[in-house]
């Protein structure tokens, strides 16, 4: 017990002595007494913690008033415009994508189009707000401004409880992620009306329905890349069971969101007017022989024909200058080819 004593006082020095406080203890007969002296005055401990639970209360209205002058002053202005400006770049994104899609529907009619939608974990309210960040924040009113400014504050008081020892970068960050809002979805036109696409399909409608909203989901991430920046997507037996139209359509929706295609397949060779150009590597192997034969093509949009091997032979590196003892290379006649990349 007197080990426990002398902890929890320890402990109790040590946060008042942070402010400029200070906790002592005595013994007597009785037992052990500690004297507090807070601000200056010494307190007995039911008035310490009284005067906690006010200067807490205290501060926390002041916080309050000191949150809601930066919604007004900075969110309501700065954030708010940014939120008005990323919600409006990714609602034309998807527009784009969908006049895409549009102008490719499968061989049986099937025509797809994604969806930007509130998520089923919306925040309420988000509905009314984005219909007031559609406008500018010059045009609100006194109740757009409020309402505006009453959402915000419910996100960050909510991401606040959810992390309660975050700092404060960390709670904004969460609070107006306005991802976390949204879903995307994807829809399949049919019988005159759009349905959800999970719906009954046949194989190849099941696997453009998956793909496609995959390669519009690349198409944005790298929308913020470098313009001369590679875009690759890796596709493995991406079209098994779609007929060949499909294929076509689908590797012209790649050419239409400038995504760079790398994959393989076994009867795929990519030659449709779709596609603009394409480098084709056809491996081919016969039952007990070590070797794989590769065969490169080359595709322009129009016609196919056979590619150059590439130089497989080794250059020769001349020995250093302050090295004259070393031996001279010799270029061997068959060099050992270099691991070949397939890339489609």
Partial sequence: MQKRLSEEHKKLQDVLSRGGHSATARMTEDGMIVDL?????????????????????ELTRILSAHEREILETHLLTEVAGTLQELIDTAERQVHAMNTELEQRPTSTGMKLRLMWRPSRKAPSGLAQARARLRQSADAWAAEDRAAVGEFLQAQIARAQAENATGSWLEVLTTALDYRAWHEFGIERHQHGAWVPATGPASGGERVLAVSVPLFAAASAHYATAAPHAPRLVTLDEAFAGVDDDSRAKCLGLLHA????VVMTSER??????????????QLSRVDDIDAVLVTRWQWDGAERAQAPEPDRRMATVPAPAHSPAAPEPTPTENPAPDQDALWA
């Fill in 37 to 57: 002296v807070y601000q200056g005055h010494g307190r007995a401990v039911p008035e310490l913690a009284e005067a906690l639970a006010t200067e807490v209360q």
């Fill in 257 to 260: 969101f400038d995504l760079d």
């Fill in 268 to 281: 795929e060779w990519a030659c449709y007017p779709q596609v603009p150009g394409i480098a084709i590597a």
